[in-house]
């Protein structure tokens, strides 16, 4: 079964790092494009991170110079650094799958983790 | 960066009313825009992609349509388990936003 699973959320101080990850089964995680999409409560869908091919990475404005994408191919899973964390990160985090082929639309969600800034 | 915006922002019918949701960008995608359902308390489920695309297992009575700037997603025959927020994305080039989302609910 093709299947995301995300964990490594939680309550974090203003400032803290906070390391997501999300393990894939059914698939490779090298072989599609994978992407990181959040939703601050009550909130839409705000597209966080994507990485490709080699090791190709791109970060929307928001989190540019404090968030790092990366998998581990051995492991099948990818990765979330967080650092220098802000209230405005508050948000459930999703990973998502790509469709072969199609672009950069999302096909396969996890179930998401939610992670809380706050002192 | 492209704003994605969408109108309306709500709307409420009644089963078996046809719905009509638009998503414009601020300048032109070409067909690079999907739109995914988002039930309450659910994730994300996409339902079409390249404007037209229908994706697998998504019943036929959604479908999009539109090209450049200016897309529909279009619900022939509301029914009761179609309430949720629909967002559209564009995936032309990063970012790839989202739209702020249509919330639609049975009257």
């Known amino acids: 079964e093709v299947q995301l699973v995300e964990t490594g959320g939680g309550l974090i101080q203003p400032g803290g790092s906070l390391r997501l990850s999300c393990a894939a089964s059914?698939?490779?995680?090298?072989?599609?494009?994978m992407t990181w999409v959040r939703q601050a409560p009550g909130e839409g869908l705000e597209w966080v991170s994507v990485?490709?091919?080699?090791?190709?990475?791109f970060y929307a404005d928001s989190v540019k110079g404090r968030f790092t994408i990366s998998r581990d191919n051995s492991k099948n899973t990818l990765h979330l650094q967080m650092d220098s964390l802000r209230a405005e990160d508050t948000a459930v985090y999703y990973c998502?799958?790509?469709?072969?082929?199609?672009?950069?639309?999302?096909?396969?969600w996890g179930q998401g983790t939610l992670v809380t800034v706050s002192s | 960066d492209i704003q994605m915006t969408q109108s309306p922002s709500s709307l409420s019918a009644s089963v078996g009313d046809r719905v009509t949701i638009t998503c414009r960008a601020s300048?032109?995608?070409?067909?690079?825009l999907a739109w995914y359902q988002q039930k309450p308390g659910k994730v994300p489920n996409l339902l079409v992609y390249?404007?037209?695309t229908l994706q697998s297992g998504v019943p036929s009575r959604f479908s999009g349509s539109g090209s450049g700037t200016a897309f529909t997603l279009t619900i022939s025959s509301l029914q009761p388990e179609d309430v949720a927020t629909y967002y559209c994305?564009?995936?032309?080039?990063?970012?790839?936003?989202f739209g702020p989302g249509t919330k639609v609910d049975i009257k």
């Open positions: 998502a799958r790509n469709i072969a082929g199609a672009g950069m639309v999302f096909d396969i």
């Open positions: 059914g698939f490779t995680v090298s072989s599609n494009y």
């Open positions: 990485i490709y091919g080699e090791s190709t990475t």
């Open positions: 300048q032109g995608i070409r067909n690079y």
């Open positions: 390249g404007a037209s």
């Open positions: 994305q564009k995936y032309d080039s990063v970012p790839y936003t």
